[in-house]
């Protein structure tokens, strides 16, 4: 049996209650391939009314966890949390939190920024480059404990890594993505409720997409990871989705890829033409959208 389709629509810091109510309405009567897996994450805010409206068989996300079960941690929410409020799933690691901020690559000229500022002058690069890779370890090490915390609190992990555009340039894209899963591969071990959102971050909210041959050379790259580092069962389970300025328009020959397996929509996925034209791919061979040796491999 194929991986499930998984479709994962991220809201992000934007909706009222009228408009995510009219999505979740939608969303509710609209008639849903039952080989995809529908997720969708509104603003916390919006969580509890989503899971209200929503009808059964489309699950809720949280866009955040925090890696403790409790205590004097302003503004956080917990996994048991989510549990309590019938949210099964969290993202984790996307670029937006670990860049703007500072969970993960806390980007030079942000740090950069503070030391001019404090000392009024520009600070000697090899000390900047030693406090940005410990910030990094740091960072990438708190998203991974979140993961963790989300797993024992019984909810699924929607798993965000990606590289910026000057490390695709500079040919570390592969490197910089299994560096971020290898955080979690040193923490975690059942992998069965985890999907890997693969998302360049030179692609998120700008209109540029990865091509279908970037895009797959990457998955296939986690892929192998996973069989390397991980295991077989979870190279081969895994389900490997892409995010990045995803639409209507390339969804179709995105999905066709072999180690393509869903996808996670930022903004588009408020759009009523992406929400049904991503709602229709089937999984494993998508069948019913593509003839059967359209998918590839």
Sequence with gaps: MGRQFFVGGNFKMNGTIKSITDIVENLSKAKLDENTEVVIAPPALYLLLTREHLRPGIEVASQNVFNKPNGAFTGEISAEQLQDSGIGWTLVGHSERRVVLGEDDAVSGILLSFVEVGSGKRPDKEWLRTR??????????????????????????????????????????????????????????????????????????????????????????????????????????????????????NCRELAKEKDIDGFLVGGASLKPACESELLLLRSSSLEGVFGESDRQG
């Design 132 to 249: 940005n890779r410990r910030k990094e370890r740091r960072g990438i090490q708190f998203i991974a404990s979140k993961t963790t915390a989300a797993l024992q609190g019984g909810l699924g992990v929607i798993f965000c890594c990606g590289e910026t555009l000057e490390q695709r340039e500079a040919n570390k894209t592969i490197d910089v993505v299994t560096r971020q899963l290898q955080a979690v591969a040193d923490v975690v071990k059942d992998w069965s409720k985890i999907v890997i959102a693969y998302e360049p971050v030179w692609a998120i909210g700008t209109g540029k997409v990865a091509s279908t041959e970037q895009a797959q050379e990457v998955h296939a790259a986690i892929r192998h990871w996973l069989s390397s580092k991980v295991s077989s069962e979870a190279a081969e389970n895994t389900r490997i989705i892409y995010g990045g300025s995803v639409s209507e328009k």
